[in-house]
C-alpha cells in the first residue's frame, strides 16, 4: 500500500457525455503506435455494454483473497476496430450513399451511445466516464508473474514498468474494469498513468483539466484542505465503482440523481427513473443514503442556505478542484 | 524412443538384482567405458554432430540429417502462479550439429494449429520455443541452476523463439521465475518455420559470446553442455509461465572432451533405494499432501508449488535436496516464502522423518512423470 493516495472525484451530475476528457486524453496519450484503439479515459452509457463490450462480465478482480479468472477483450468485437470512413471517395469521387465506413465494425466505444433503458416517457441514461481506478488492491498488479506492474509510494498511481513488460496479459484478464490494454504493435501492455508527468508538475491529468462540465476533482484522499478528501471523507458524497470487484478503487462519483417517472395519466410519480438496483449494483449499498444527502443539501442551496457540498460540487473556480501537492 | 529408455532401465534393474543389494540404478552404469554411456541410457543426452561450413540459416538445412534426434518429454509448468494445468506441446525432437566455431539446433514438435502472431490483435499468442543453459558447467560448477529458469546465484541464458517474433532480443538472461531481461548484445539467431503440421525451430551462435550474460562453448574443455527446453502452444493462450518445458538434459559434442568427475557430479547416488509406493503412502502420512498437489493427492490445493511431472523436470538429487532443505532453493511465489533476517525462508519444514522415508518419498516424486 502506498503512503498516500491520489484520487479522484466525477460528479455524474454534471457529465453531459461531451468527449471533451476523451479526446485530451486521446491527443495526449493514445493516438499512435498501436494505442489506436484504446481508450485509458472513456464515457460510456449507462445503463449499456459499455467499452470493451460487456466490461462488467468479463471477470478478474477478487474473490476474497483469490484473483478470479477474467477474459481478454478482442480488438474487433469487443473494443472495437477504429472505423475508416471512405472519406476519399464521398468528399471527391461523390458516391452514394455518400459517408459510410469504409470497414465493418461490429462494435466501437460508444456503439450503444444514448441508447439507455427504460420506456418512454420513462426512459433514462446517464454518462459514466472511465479511467483507471488506480485501484489500492490492484488485481493487475497481483496477477503479473514478472512484477512488472507497481504503485508509487508518493501518489498511489499504478504503472506497467514497460521495459519489464512482456505481453502476457495476465493484467488484461485480472482488471475487472478492463482498463489494462495490451500493445499489439510493441507487444507490451499499457494504460492510464494518471497523466503523471503533468501531476509531478502540479498539472492535473487532462481529462479532468479539460472537463468542460468541472465534474473532475483531483486531490490526495487524506489532504484535509483538498477538495477530494472534502467530498469523499468529510461529506461522503461519492463512491467507488463496482465495489465487490474488491480491488477498492481510488475513482469516486458523486451518483446520479433521477429524474421522476410519468404515471400513466402523464402525471409525475414519486419514484426515480433511474432504478436504485441499478445504482446499488454500480456504487454499492450506500448509494440511496448519498443520493438523499445530495437532494437535502441542494434544497438547502434552493432556499438561500450555506451548503459547503453544494458549492464544492458546483466548482465556481475551476482552480479549486485540484489540489494535487 | 521410449523403447530405448525402457530397455536401458530394465538392464540396470537386472544388474542391480545380480548384485544383491541397493545399488543406485545409474550408479551401476558407471564403470562402462564411455563417460556418459550413464545420462545417455537414462536418454538424457543429445550428440552435436561434427559438420563443416557456415552456420545455418534455415530450419531445413540438410546437415541436421547427420544429427539423432533427442525424443524430450515435456512437462506443464505448476511449480509457481499461473500453473500450466495440462499443458499444450508435450514432446519435441531436439537435434544438435557443430563446426569449429559455431553449434545449431534444431527443435521440432508437432503443431496442427498454427498459431502466429496475428497483426492487430489483442487476444491471441503466437507459437514460440526456448533453450535454456546454465551460464556456468562443468566441473567449475557446484550442481546445476534450477530448470525453472535458474535461480539467484546459479543463472541461466535463454534463447528464445516466438512465430512472428517481436519479442525482442532472441537471448535473455535469468535468475529464476519472473527474473526474464534481455541481453545486451545477444547475437543468438533463430528462425521458424511451420510445415505439414510440424514447427521446426532453428537456434544459433557462435562458440564465443559477445556478452558474459551469455553461455559459451568450449568443447575441448568442456563437451558436455546442460541444456533444457521450453515450448509454448500460443493457440491455447500459453505464453510466459503457461509452458511446458523438459528436465536438464546434455548436448555431447562429437570430439569434445568429458570428465568422469563432472558425469558423476550429475548422478544420483541413494544410500538407500527408495520404493515408490512407499513413497506415495508417505506424502500423506508426512503432511505432503496438504500443501502439494500431485496426480492421486485429492486436496485441490496450491499452498505450495504443484508437483505433477515433477520427476520428468526435476532431478533426483534436486528432490531429495528440496526435501531435506526447502530454503536451498525457493521457487519466486510470494506465497512460499516469508523473510527472516533479510534472507527468503521456505514456508515448508525441512524434512525431518527417518532417512529412509526421505529416499522413498523421491523415489515416489521421481514416479510423477
Given at each position: 500500500m502506498s503512503k498516500r493516495q491520489l484520487a479522484m472525484v466525477m460528479d455524474l451530475n454534471k457529465c453531459i457525455g461531451c468527449q471533451t476528457c476523451t479526446v485530451a486524453c486521446k491527443v495526449q496519450w493514445t493516438n499512435r503506435n498501436g494505442r489506436d484503439y484504446m481508450y485509458w479515459n472513456n464515457v460510456e452509457t449507462a445503463p449499456g455494454k459499455g467499452y470493451p463490450k460487456n466490461w462488467q462480465e468479463s471477470g478478474g478482480g477478487w474473490e476474497g483473497s483469490v484473483l478470479k479468472d477474467g477474459k481478454i477483450p478482442s480488438l474487433a468485437n469487443d473494443y472495437g476496430m477504429p472505423v475508416q470512413m471512405n472519406y476519399e471517395q464521398a468528399l471527391f469521387a461523390g458516391t452514394d450513399p455518400w459517408l459510410a465506413a469504409a470497414n465493418n465494425p461490429a462494435w466501437t466505444p460508444n456503439w450503444d451511445e444514448d441508447e439507455g433503458a427504460g420506456e418512454f416517457p420513462n426512459s433514462h441514461h446517464f454518462y459514466l466516464p472511465r479511467i483507471c481506478n488506480h485501484c489500492t488492491n490492484p488485481a493487475c498488479l497481483a496477477a503479473c508473474p514478472r512484477?512488472?506492474?507497481?504503485?508509487?509510494?508518493?501518489?498511489?498511481?499504478?504503472?506497467?514498468?514497460?521495459?519489464r513488460c512482456r505481453g502476457y496479459r495476465h493484467c488484461v484478464a485480472a482488471c475487472p474494469y478492463k482498463k489494462v490494454y495490451f500493445n499489439?504493435?510493441?507487444?507490451?501492455?499499457?494504460?492510464?498513468?494518471?497523466?503523471?508527468p503533468r501531476v509531478e508538475q502540479g498539472i492535473p491529468p487532462a481529462c479532468a483539466k479539460q472537463c468542460v462540465g468541472r465534474i473532475r476533482h483531483v486531490g490526495f484522499l487524506d489532504d484535509e484542505a483538498g477538495p477530494v478528501h472534502k467530498i469523499v471523507v468529510k461529506w461522503k458524497a461519492a463512491l467507488p465503482l463496482r465495489p465487490d470487484f474488491g480491488t477498492e478503487p481510488n475513482v469516486y462519483y458523486v451518483p446520479p440523481l433521477s429524474s421522476p417517472k410519468y404515471d400513466a395519466e402523464g402525471k409525475v410519480t414519486d419514484e426515480s427513473r433511474?432504478?436504485?438496483?441499478?445504482?446499488?449494483?454500480?456504487?454499492?449499498?450506500?448509494?440511496?443514503?448519498?443520493l438523499k444527502l445530495l437532494e437535502a443539501e441542494r434544497a438547502k442551496k434552493g432556499r438561500g442556505e450555506e451548503s459547503e457540498l453544494m458549492d464544492l460540487l458546483i466548482a465556481y473556480r475551476q482552480e479549486e478542484m485540484f489540489k494535487i501537492r | 524412443m521410449n523403447r530405448k529408455v525402457g530397455l536401458s532401465v530394465a538392464g540396470a534393474a537386472v544388474l542391480g538384482v545380480l548384485m544383491g543389494m541397493a545399488v543406485p540404478v545409474e550408479g551401476?552404469?558407471?564403470?562402462?567405458?564411455?563417460?556418459?554411456?550413464?545420462?545417455?541410457?537414462?536418454?538424457?543426452?543429445?550428440?552435436?554432430?561434427?559438420?563443416?561450413?557456415?552456420?545455418?540459416?534455415?530450419?531445413?538445412?540438410?546437415?541436421?540429417?547427420?544429427a539423432v534426434p533427442l525424443t524430450v518429454r515435456l512437462y506443464p509448468q505448476t511449480a509457481t502462479e499461473p500453473r500450466a494445468e495440462k499443458g499444450v506441446v508435450r514432446e519435441a525432437a531436439l537435434r544438435a550439429i557443430?563446426?569449429?566455431?559455431?553449434?545449431?539446433?534444431?527443435?521440432?514438435?508437432?503443431?496442427?494449429?498454427?498459431?502466429?502472431?496475428?497483426?492487430?490483435t489483442t487476444d491471441t499468442f503466437a507459437d514460440a520455443a526456448a533453450l535454456q543453459f546454465p551460464l556456468k558447467y562443468g566441473e567449475a560448477a557446484d550442481r546445476l541452476p534450477y530448470v525453472g529458469m535458474g535461480e539467484p546465484g546459479r543463472p541461466v541464458n535463454i534463447?528464445?523463439?516466438?512465430?512472428?517474433?517481436?519479442?525482442?532480443?532472441?537471448?535473455?538472461?535469468?535468475?529464476?521465475?519472473?527474473?526474464?531481461?534481455?541481453?545486451?548484445?545477444?547475437?543468438?539467431?533463430?528462425?521458424?518455420?511451420?510445415?505439414?503440421?510440424?514447427?521446426?525451430?532453428?537456434?544459433?551462435?557462435?562458440?564465443?559470446?559477445?556478452?558474459?550474460?551469455e553461455v559459451k562453448f568450449a568443447p575441448r574443455q568442456i563437451g558436455l553442455v546442460p541444456v533444457a527446453l521450453a515450448v509454448w502452444g500460443g493457440e491455447k493462450g500459453e505464453r510466459g509461465g503457461l509452458k511446458t518445458l523438459s528436465g536438464w538434459r546434455f548436448v555431447k559434442f562429437d570430439g569434445g572432451k568429458v570428465s568422469p568427475a563432472y558425469v558423476r557430479s550429475l548422478a544420483w547416488n541413494p544410500k538407500i533405494r527408495g520404493d515408490a509406493k512407499t513413497g506415495k503412502a508417505l506424502m500423506t502420512r508426512h503432511g505432503c499432501a496438504g500443501?502439494?498437489?500431485?496426480?492421486?493427492?485429492?486436496?485441490?490445493?496450491?499452498?505450495?508449488?504443484g508437483l505433477a511431472g515433477i520427476g520428468g523436470i526435476h532431478r533426483p538429487a534436486y528432490l531429495?535436496?528440496?526435501?531435506?532443505?526447502?530454503?536451498?532453493?525457493?521457487?519466486?511465489?510470494?506465497n512460499y516464502y516469508s523473510m527472516k533476517d533479510g534472507q527468503p525462508i521456505s514456508i515448508m519444514a525441512p524434512f525431518s522423518g527417518p532417512e529412509r522415508d526421505a529416499y522413498h518419498i523421491v523415489e515416489f516424486l521421481r514416479s510423477l512423470r
Amino acid at each position: 500500500m502506498s503512503k498516500r493516495q491520489l484520487a479522484m472525484v466525477m460528479d455524474l451530475n454534471k457529465c453531459i457525455g461531451c468527449q471533451t476528457c476523451t479526446v485530451a486524453c486521446k491527443v495526449q496519450w493514445t493516438n499512435r503506435n498501436g494505442r489506436d484503439y484504446m481508450y485509458w479515459n472513456n464515457v460510456e452509457t449507462a445503463p449499456g455494454k459499455g467499452y470493451p463490450k460487456n466490461w462488467q462480465e468479463s471477470g478478474g478482480g477478487w474473490e476474497g483473497s483469490v484473483l478470479k479468472d477474467g477474459k481478454i477483450p478482442s480488438l474487433a468485437n469487443d473494443y472495437g476496430m477504429p472505423v475508416q470512413m471512405n472519406y476519399e471517395q464521398a468528399l471527391f469521387a461523390g458516391t452514394d450513399p455518400w459517408l459510410a465506413a469504409a470497414n465493418n465494425p461490429a462494435w466501437t466505444p460508444n456503439w450503444d451511445e444514448d441508447e439507455g433503458a427504460g420506456e418512454f416517457p420513462n426512459s433514462h441514461h446517464f454518462y459514466l466516464p472511465r479511467i483507471c481506478n488506480h485501484c489500492t488492491n490492484p488485481a493487475c498488479l497481483a496477477a503479473c508473474p514478472r512484477g512488472a506492474i507497481y504503485k508509487r509510494e508518493e501518489d498511489g498511481i499504478v504503472l506497467v514498468d514497460q521495459s519489464r513488460c512482456r505481453g502476457y496479459r495476465h493484467c488484461v484478464a485480472a482488471c475487472p474494469y478492463k482498463k489494462v490494454y495490451f500493445n499489439p504493435l510493441f507487444n507490451r501492455s499499457e494504460k492510464c498513468i494518471f497523466c503523471y508527468p503533468r501531476v509531478e508538475q502540479g498539472i492535473p491529468p487532462a481529462c479532468a483539466k479539460q472537463c468542460v462540465g468541472r465534474i473532475r476533482h483531483v486531490g490526495f484522499l487524506d489532504d484535509e484542505a483538498g477538495p477530494v478528501h472534502k467530498i469523499v471523507v468529510k461529506w461522503k458524497a461519492a463512491l467507488p465503482l463496482r465495489p465487490d470487484f474488491g480491488t477498492e478503487p481510488n475513482v469516486y462519483y458523486v451518483p446520479p440523481l433521477s429524474s421522476p417517472k410519468y404515471d400513466a395519466e402523464g402525471k409525475v410519480t414519486d419514484e426515480s427513473r433511474i432504478p436504485i438496483e441499478f445504482l446499488e449494483k454500480l456504487f454499492g449499498p450506500r448509494v440511496g443514503e448519498v443520493l438523499k444527502l445530495l437532494e437535502a443539501e441542494r434544497a438547502k442551496k434552493g432556499r438561500g442556505e450555506e451548503s459547503e457540498l453544494m458549492d464544492l460540487l458546483i466548482a465556481y473556480r475551476q482552480e479549486e478542484m485540484f489540489k494535487i501537492r | 524412443m521410449n523403447r530405448k529408455v525402457g530397455l536401458s532401465v530394465a538392464g540396470a534393474a537386472v544388474l542391480g538384482v545380480l548384485m544383491g543389494m541397493a545399488v543406485p540404478v545409474e550408479g551401476a552404469r558407471r564403470a562402462k567405458g564411455d563417460p556418459v554411456a550413464s545420462l545417455a541410457g537414462n536418454g538424457e543426452v543429445v550428440t552435436a554432430a561434427r559438420v563443416a561450413g557456415e552456420m545455418p540459416t534455415e530450419p531445413g538445412d540438410g546437415r541436421f540429417e547427420n544429427a539423432v534426434p533427442l525424443t524430450v518429454r515435456l512437462y506443464p509448468q505448476t511449480a509457481t502462479e499461473p500453473r500450466a494445468e495440462k499443458g499444450v506441446v508435450r514432446e519435441a525432437a531436439l537435434r544438435a550439429i557443430h563446426a569449429d566455431t559455431w553449434i545449431a539446433f534444431l527443435v521440432e514438435w508437432a503443431d496442427p494449429d498454427r498459431s502466429d502472431v496475428k497483426q492487430g490483435t489483442t487476444d491471441t499468442f503466437a507459437d514460440a520455443a526456448a533453450l535454456q543453459f546454465p551460464l556456468k558447467y562443468g566441473e567449475a560448477a557446484d550442481r546445476l541452476p534450477y530448470v525453472g529458469m535458474g535461480e539467484p546465484g546459479r543463472p541461466v541464458n535463454i534463447w528464445f523463439w516466438r512465430n512472428g517474433g517481436g519479442t525482442g532480443p532472441a537471448s535473455l538472461r535469468a535468475r529464476g521465475f519472473g527474473t526474464l531481461e534481455p541481453v545486451a548484445g545477444g547475437e543468438v539467431k533463430t528462425a521458424g518455420k511451420w510445415e505439414n503440421g510440424r514447427v521446426r525451430v532453428l537456434f544459433t551462435r557462435s562458440f564465443s559470446a559477445s556478452s558474459p550474460e551469455e553461455v559459451k562453448f568450449a568443447p575441448r574443455q568442456i563437451g558436455l553442455v546442460p541444456v533444457a527446453l521450453a515450448v509454448w502452444g500460443g493457440e491455447k493462450g500459453e505464453r510466459g509461465g503457461l509452458k511446458t518445458l523438459s528436465g536438464w538434459r546434455f548436448v555431447k559434442f562429437d570430439g569434445g572432451k568429458v570428465s568422469p568427475a563432472y558425469v558423476r557430479s550429475l548422478a544420483w547416488n541413494p544410500k538407500i533405494r527408495g520404493d515408490a509406493k512407499t513413497g506415495k503412502a508417505l506424502m500423506t502420512r508426512h503432511g505432503c499432501a496438504g500443501c502439494h498437489a500431485y496426480p492421486g493427492n485429492p486436496i485441490p490445493t496450491k499452498i505450495g508449488p504443484g508437483l505433477a511431472g515433477i520427476g520428468g523436470i526435476h532431478r533426483p538429487a534436486y528432490l531429495f535436496e528440496s526435501l531435506k532443505d526447502p530454503s536451498a532453493v525457493i521457487v519466486p511465489h510470494g506465497n512460499y516464502y516469508s523473510m527472516k533476517d533479510g534472507q527468503p525462508i521456505s514456508i515448508m519444514a525441512p524434512f525431518s522423518g527417518p532417512e529412509r522415508d526421505a529416499y522413498h518419498i523421491v523415489e515416489f516424486l521421481r514416479s510423477l512423470r
